[in-house]
């Protein structure tokens, strides 16, 4: 019995909780204003239970134990719209666009990203869990609203919302991936713009060459910064004493050279 008790709370954390009632509110509203269908509803229950026990498991194995904090009830409200959105997207493929709605949602969405971390740094509440949520939820963002834009624009568009996927499968074959990044303007830069972008994209309000061209140009900025994290990544691989291309050259050298492709 004590074995079961626990199992429960673990469960039943009031924030995913909370998080879980909220998001099922959120997909009622949205039936009523906009009209979701069998489709919408499994894609919005799905992403509710997905959320739920995917945070639920994470807030259990984090360690030291903290309190939820403002900046990750920020993030699960940014979640909950994303999750709103997920389910207009699934829907639109039923029954057609409701482009109002998501880009209502998409933009508020867009809007908080910029808030959560600006919380965190000020109540001093920063984690490693927050910073994992806080992308989690941007990622799956990019990736909903890419397979939105791609069903006019083309499949291709789907590359925007798959890479960081790819780039996380990766580095399950190539450890050195997972190696630590230095903060950087422009790799945040391109990220914003992605969502900003796709959100374009999806309202409309650009002619159909105009659009294409818009988030080509988006698509290429992110081909450049993942090519940009992967060569430094490699160059600290190889810096560290990893194999490298030309293994006969003084490891001096090479660390030299490497030293100076980074300036």
């Known amino acids: 019995m004590a074995l079961i008790?626990?199992?429960?709370?673990?469960?039943?954390r009031p924030e995913t909780a909370a998080g879980a009632g909220a998001q099922?509110?959120?997909?009622?509203?949205?039936d009523a204003a906009a009209g979701l269908g069998a489709a919408g509803w499994l894609a919005g229950a799905a992403f509710t239970v997905a959320t739920?026990?995917?945070?639920?498991?994470?807030?259990?194995?984090?360690?030291?134990?903290?309190?939820?904090?403002?900046?990750?009830?920020?993030?699960?409200?940014?979640?909950m719209l994303v999750g709103g959105v997920t389910a207009l997207v699934a829907e639109s493929f039923a029954s057609g666009p409701r482009t109002t709605a998501l880009v209502a949602?998409?933009?508020?969405?867009?809007?908080?990203?910029?808030?959560?971390?600006?919380?965190?740094?000020r109540t001093?509440?920063?984690?490693?869990?927050?910073?994992?949520?806080?992308?989690?939820?941007?990622?799956?963002?990019?990736l909903v609203l890419s397979v939105h834009v791609a069903a006019s624009l083309g499949a291709w568009v789907l590359l925007i919302g798959a890479m960081r996927y790819v780039f996380v499968a990766a580095a399950q074959v190539l450890p050195w991936l997972n190696g630590p990044l230095p903060p950087s303007m422009a790799r945040k830069t391109v990220a914003a713009l992605q969502g900003i972008?796709?959100?374009?994209?999806?309202?409309?309000?650009?002619?159909?060459?105009?659009?294409?061209?818009?988030?080509?140009?988006?698509?290429?900025?992110?081909?450049?910064?993942?090519?940009?994290?992967?060569?430094?990544?490699?160059c600290?691989?190889?810096?560290?004493?990893?194999?490298?291309a030309r293994p006969s050259r003084p490891r001096a050298a090479v660390v030299r050279e490497r030293a100076h492709e980074q300036v």
């Open 5 to 12: 008790g626990t199992y429960e709370t673990r469960l039943l």
């Open 24 to 30: 099922t509110v959120l997909l009622v509203l949205l």
């Open 105 to 121: 949602l998409t933009a508020v969405a867009l809007v908080l990203d910029a808030v959560d971390g600006q919380v965190a740094r």
């Open 124 to 142: 001093g509440t920063e984690s490693a869990l927050g910073a994992r949520f806080d992308m989690e939820a941007d990622a799956f963002l990019i």
């Open 52 to 79: 739920w026990a995917l945070l639920t498991r994470a807030l259990h194995r984090s360690w030291p134990p903290r309190p939820f904090g403002p900046a990750n009830a920020v993030t699960l409200v940014r979640t």
């Open 197 to 234: 972008v796709l959100l374009v994209a999806a309202a409309g309000l650009l002619p159909v060459v105009a659009a294409w061209l818009l988030v080509l140009a988006a698509l290429a900025s992110l081909v450049w910064s993942f090519a940009r994290d992967i060569r430094g990544l490699w």
């Open 236 to 244: 600290v691989r190889a810096h560290d004493g990893a194999p490298v």
